[in-house]
């Protein structure tokens, strides 16, 4: 794993108890059309998390978008979901999506 994806996990998650909460990793296909896979992982399980990202990195050299939760769950929520408000142990960032400018959406 690239050290800097190593230190902004770490970061952003450094104030979950140890056997607290799982990283939400998704991948999803350029055209929308493709179901959307996900892994959660136990925050402080760095092995896992190691080999996950090596998984979500290839499909993102793939063309797939490849994405981290910033905020960690519950629970383990399985291959096809990445849960609801109710999910969610913590919000410990928040975050803006850039894209289009305002005058694309008037």
Partial sequence: ??????????????????????????????????????????IHDDKA???????????????????IGIAPRKTDLGRWSRGGRGDLLALPALFADIGAPRSAYL
């Fill in 49 to 67: 998390l190691e080999r996950a990202i090596k998984r979500l990195s290839a499909a993102n050299e793939r063309g797939w978008g490849a994405y």
């Fill in 1 to 42: 794993m690239h050290p800097n994806t190593s230190t902004f996990i770490s970061s952003l998650f450094e104030h979950c108890k140890a056997g607290e909460g799982f990283v939400t990793l998704t991948a999803i296909h350029p055209e929308g059309t493709h179901p959307t896979p996900s892994r959660h992982i136990p």
